[in-house]
Nanobody, 126 residues
Framework: QVQLVESGGGLVQAGGSLRLSCAAS????????MGWFRQAPGKEREFVAA????????YYTDSVKGRYTISRDNVKSTVYLQMNSLEPEDTAVYYC???????????????????WGQGTQVTVSS
């Protein structure tokens, strides 16, 4: 079992920055792939970013490329999402997720992750 706890969400003005953290506990071997998703009201949960175990491979959805950076610290069992140049369209609940393997066909889908955090609210005002 793996438990994930997100933090760092909040209210920020457009153009501002936030850094989300996700701390994992439990079976560290089950956190091979770590990702961030977000869900806005009335919308489906969408992929934001993912990172491999070593941190050597990162993946982003097109709308956040150049603005967001995903990273991880395996010693602290924590994954981060640095969000810059935030836009009102980035407003959503952000979820951290992990799985014990990486599948190139499913890493952008919620079905590709076994464990989820409770989410943290990010609100960007215009």
């Amino acid at each position: 079992q793996v438990q994930l706890v997100e933090s760092g969400g909040g209210l920020v003005q457009a153009g501002g920055s936030l850094r989300l953290s996700c701390a994992a506990s439990g079976r560290a071997s089950s956190t091979y792939l770590m990702g961030w998703f977000r869900q806005a009201p009335g919308k489906e949960r969408e992929f934001v970013a993912a990172i491999s175990k070593s941190g050597g491979s990162t993946y982003y959805t097109d709308s956040v490329k150049g603005r967001y950076t995903i990273s991880r610290d395996n010693v602290k069992s924590t994954v981060y999402l640095q969000m810059n140049s935030l836009e009102p369209e980035d407003t959503a609940v952000y979820y951290c997720a992990t799985n014990d393997f990486f599948n190139t066909l499913t890493y952008k889908s919620p079905a590709g992750y076994k464990y989820w955090g409770q989410g943290t609210q990010v609100t960007v005002s215009s």
